[in-house]
């Protein structure tokens, strides 16, 4: 690679890391950078003069490369990854990308017009960093672009809370509920926007509807059979004493699905080693059960007692040392 472009790569990672993007992040679109990079070089293409269809070309380009090596296409959010890369270099090296649209319709004209202040609002008198003014002007020029191209320029003034729905609509499928929830964040953005400038009647962001997201919630209910196998193999690894005792609770957990009061209540005459059973006092209706105590569990709580468990006068099962 010539040194001009080696230096690229290092001002494009420069100002990735500056920017807070993750190493993955960077890393990866560094390489797609470096790979575009040596697309142009084999075609004789200075960088600074490439087009947004030249980009295209190279990313049809590449998703032809990435099936012969590969054997199947790629999946279908992919072609965003390379895409993002290449565009934040182009971004470093022609100092804005896309590159300024000509206007070929009265809807352009007023899309441009709109865009051009918002974008100047968003930095100089908001302050967002440029990696959220680039996602809200992404969203802005679709959202124009979708609006203008189906009602006319003089549609935003009577631009109601069903075409606010029919966009979100159409921009909801095959979107997890946080992209759909980071969507209409940016379309709210815009309206308020919108209506601070006295382009619309009403302010409609209130109206834009995003799926409620809570803490957790992409953490799984359950795990798989052979999670928890995964699980109990790499626990047993750990003979401390403290590895002991997380074996003897996590055996008690995965075979009787005990919750953890269960547990911190168990006590030592809970385990009938001669009729090898276990009782449980339950915690939400102070019922008693009697289970078999199954091997593995006997195993691992026995092997606690001997090795792991500290020195103690408390009768309950799991001890933590004071």
């Known amino acids: ?9 290092a001002e494009l990672k420069a100002a ?33 003069e490439v087009t947004e269809a030249q980009v295209g070309y190279y990313l049809h380009h590449a ?28 971004r470093l090296a022609q100092g804005r990308w896309p590159p300024a649209p000509k206007a070929t319709c009265a809807a352009d004209t007023l899309r441009f017009t709109i865009c051009d202040e918002y974008e100047i609002w968003l930095r100089e008198e908001r302050g967002l960093a440029e990696r959220s003014i ?31 729905d029919r966009y979100m609509d159409m921009r909801s499928p095959h979107q997890t509920r946080k992209s759909v929830k980071d969507v209409a964040e940016r379309l709210r953005s815009l309206l308020r926007y919108l209506h601070r400038t006295r382009r619309t009647a009403i302010d409609l962001s209130p109206h834009v509807i995003a799926p409620l997201l809570y803490a957790y919630e992409g953490v799984p ?31 008690l957990l995965a075979t009787y699905g005990l919750r953890s009061g269960e547990i911190r209540n168990l006590k030592i005459e809970d ?52």
């Open 1 to 9: 690679m010539p040194n001009t472009d080696c230096e690229l790569i």
């Open 16 to 48: 990735l890391i500056t920017q807070r993007y993750s190493p993955v992040v960077t890393g990866n679109y560094c390489a797609y950078a470096r790979g575009f990079l040596d697309y142009l070089a084999r075609r004789s293409i200075p960088i600074a």
């Open 63 to 90: 998703i032809t490369m990435f099936r012969k090596r590969h054997g199947r296409p790629p999946g279908p959010c992919w072609h965003s990854i390379p895409r993002s890369g290449i565009h934040a270099l182009l």
């Open 134 to 164: 680039y996602a809200l002007m992404w969203e802005g020029r679709n959202f124009l672009t979708w609006q203008l191209d189906r009602c006319g320029v003089e549609c935003l003034m009577e631009m109601s809370v069903g075409d606010i």
């Open 221 to 251: 209910s359950i795990l798989e059979r052979d999670q928890i196998a995964a699980v109990l193999e790499t626990a047993s690894k750990d003979t401390t004493p403290i590895g002991l005792r997380d074996q003897a609770i996590l055996q």
């Open 271 to 322: 385990i009938d080693w001669r009729t090898e059973s276990i009782r449980i006092l339950h915690t939400k209706t102070r019922a008693c059960s009697y289970l078999p105590l199954m091997a593995p569990v006997g195993e691992a709580i026995l092997t606690y007692l001997r090795s792991g468990r500290p020195q103690t006068d408390a009768r309950v099962l799991i001890a933590t040392e004071k």
